[in-house]
């Protein structure tokens, strides 16, 4: 795993908080030291003065020369192409070539209009024989996908995602322009590791998350990790004798035709490959622990301690899982090969390059695991003596605004209820007057008990 920024789909953003005379104290007299060594190991290592040869200086004669496919011919004989390629740069830019090439399972397919790459390795620019196709050029696709990459960074990280962007090519700086340069001008791969992860270790952490005691005390777990590491990584190469000679390692060792150290660079591997995973566990676990203090600053150390360890292994079966993932995946094209020679499992995995990707594996998962504990240990000491912020006030409600007077209309005084007479003179039709004065009834149960009467027949009115 090449990973040496920071990533694993977290976002820490670690806010400054005040911090304790106490805690600076502590923090200065921790990392000022690791900081000026570091500064002064790359000084030390980085080769001023030295002139690496290259391409035909080490014996490389062979030069990269851009082409396009303007034709496909099958009339080469079998399982062969005829391919014809107009070169768009180098001495014969221009000229159209025809090259043979290989037709069959295993083989690149071509098209008209692809863009290649051709080797040239002869003395005559002209001549088809000089030329070799190697590679597709795919430069703009790797653009395109960068930019993508960029856009998704910024659109949801914004200003933290500007400097999650620049740490990650501060890494690159520091690979290319360091690490890389020291090793091949013959100085000790894991002394140059151990300084360039230590170079990239600051300025990512510092540059992504700020300068705080949150940050500080990321960067002192990510350090001890990366000893342990390299201390792990040293032990077990030499027991269980790894020479970290593989196909690749050889072929340089060959060009350079200098002595390296082959098991050297293997450890360097695996102090880079785990340095991006490592990051981003031990400022995980700085980050919880500050929360855990900052929602109650009555937990003591132990308890600080505790439950950052608990969130922590929760946490550490996915990093470890990712890196044996990554490592698996890398090794894949070499386990299917190896499997098809028909030897033993037991066989196959203690094969050198099998057994050096195991080493790499199960150190970087060891040292990914100490990490939880350690930096969560070191985090709640410094956390038990750091001055929590305090909590916000909330912002004072606006007072009501004042009712206005609202006139309310009159209402009219109520009327006395008439008096509902207890007879009823005058004359009514259908009454029948010989029966006396009609009285209203005293109450509905008398109304209800009156037994259903005929209606009188009416009465004519003389007509005297």
């Known amino acids: 795993m090449s990973r040496v920024g920071h990533g694993h789909g977290h976002s820490h ?17 921790l990392l000022v030291p690791l900081a000026l060594a570091t500064v002064i190991g790359a000084a030390l290592l980085y080769p001023f003065g030295h002139e690496q040869k290259t391409g035909a200086q080490v014996g490389l004669h062979q030069t990269p020369v851009a082409a396009v496919v303007t034709g496909l011919a099958e009339n080469c004989g079998e399982k062969c192409v005829a391919i014809t390629v107009r070169m768009t740069d180098g001495a014969a830019n221009g000229q159209s070539i025809t090259i043979p090439s290989v037709n069959g399972p295993g083989a690149p397919s071509f098209r008209i209009g692809d863009e290649v790459v051709l080797s040239y390795a002869g003395s005559q620019p002209q001549a088809a024989e000089s030329y070799q196709i190697v590679d597709f050029q795919r430069g703009w696709s790797l653009w395109v996908l960068a930019l993508l990459f960029a856009a998704a ?8 995602g500007l400097a999650a962007l620049g740490a990650l090519l501060l890494s690159f700086v520091v690979l290319v322009l360091f690490i890389m340069p020291s090793i091949l001008a013959g100085e000790n791969p894991l002394m140059v590791a151990v300084v360039g992860a230590g170079l990239i270790m600051f300025m990512v952490l510092y540059l992504t998350h700020g300068i705080s005691a949150r940050t500080s005390t990321a960067v002192l777990g990510t350090l001890v990790s990366l000893a342990l590491i390299g201390v792990l990584g040293a032990l077990f190469s ?6 970290g000679l593989d196909e690749d390692t050889t072929n340089l060792v060959t060009i350079l035709g200098t002595g390296i150290d082959t098991r050297g660079l293997l450890l360097a591997g695996t102090l880079i490959g785990a340095l991006g995973v490592l990051d981003d566990v031990t400022v995980t676990q700085t980050s919880a622990v500050w929360e855990l203090r900052r929602a109650n600053d009555k937990l003591t150390w132990r308890e600080l301690f505790a439950a950052g360890s608990r969130i922590g292994r929760d946490h550490m079966s996915s990093v470890v899982n990712t890196l044996v993932m990554a490592y698996a995946g890398a090794a894949l094209p070499l386990l299917l090969a190896i499997s098809l020679a028909g030897r033993s499992m037991g066989e196959i995995l203690t094969a050198q390059q099998i057994a050096q990707e195991i080493v790499r594996t199960l150190v970087g998962s060891i040292g990914l695991v100490a990490a939880i504990p350690v930096t969560t240990a070191l985090a709640a000491l410094v956390a038990v003596r750091q001055e929590v912020a305090p909590a916000p006030e909330p912002e004072p409600e606006p007072e009501p605004e004042p ?4 006139v309310k209309a009159r209402k009219p005084a109520p009327q006395p209820a008439k008096p509902r007479p207890d007879r009823i003179e005058g004359d009514l039709f259908g009454y029948d007057a010989d029966k006396g004065p009609w009285e209203r009834p005293s109450a509905p149960r008398a109304r209800r008990a009156a037994p259903a009467r005929p209606a009188p027949p009416a009465r004519r009115r003389s007509s005297d």
């Not at 030499?238 to 020479?243: E, F, I, R």
């Open 153 to 160: 960074v910024l659109l949801l990280g914004r200003w933290q």
């Open 13 to 29: 953003a670690l806010s400054a908080e005040p911090a304790s005379q106490r805690v600076r104290t502590l923090l200065m007299w």
């Open 238 to 243: 030499a027991a269980a004798k790894l020479t």
């Open 403 to 406: 009712e206005k007077p609202t």
